[in-house]
């Protein structure tokens, strides 16, 4: 009777601990609650996020030379479409094949005399035609200066009569503005005459100007 009383009561408190212990375990898990929107998905990826990355592993000699070998032949694959797309972009179109041939130079072994002579034509008319342009420019250059030296002596004769004012105010105060007098007048006709002798070379280089010198020039 004691021994089965023993076990009777080892059985009792082996009991009571593991009650206590079961308490204990709910008491924790109402401490912490379960989320409410919380769903097996999100456990589930939240799982999957959660996996570090694993560090990939070496490759070999072998391998990252096939690799480099792959990777070149792209790369030249890619140029040779570069190049390739680019010499399709610099040929004339259909439309434009006429035009683009009279651009490019002939061979004069291959041309034919009238072909020669009228390349030849082409040439001295564009050479005349530049000569026509460089003299114009020319006449144009000495008009200017033409016009810039008539505005010069203009403005020389507009300081010559003020001083020719003030000459004469103070003639009555300075016995020596008569000779001051003298040479202004003497410049004042200088002026004049520079202005006639301007006059027909400004004409003459309006003519020239307008096209009629030209055939004169061709004459000579």
Partial sequence: MA??????????????????????????????????????????????????????????????????????????????SSLVAASEAAKPSREN??????????????MSSTEIRVEMEKADADRKAQILRSHEQLLRDHRDLVVASEKMIVSHLDTIETAFALLEIMDALSSHAEPMRREMLEKKQFCEKKLIDLSPVRSRLETLRAGKGYICLDAD
């Fill in 3 to 80: 021994h089965k009383d023993l076990l009777k009561k080892a059985f009792r408190n082996n009991f009571i601990r593991k009650s206590v212990a079961d308490l204990k375990s709910l008491g924790a898990k109402e401490a912490h609650p379960k989320p409410r929107h919380t769903s097996s998905t999100n456990l589930f990826s939240r799982t999957e996020n959660d996996v570090p990355d694993l560090p990939t592993p070496p490759m070999s000699t072998e391998d990252s030379d096939a690799q480099k070998v792959t990777e070149h032949e792209h790369k030249t694959d890619d140029s040779a």
């Fill in 97 to 110: 094949v006429a035009e683009w041939l009279q651009t490019v130079p002939k061979d004069p072994a291959t």
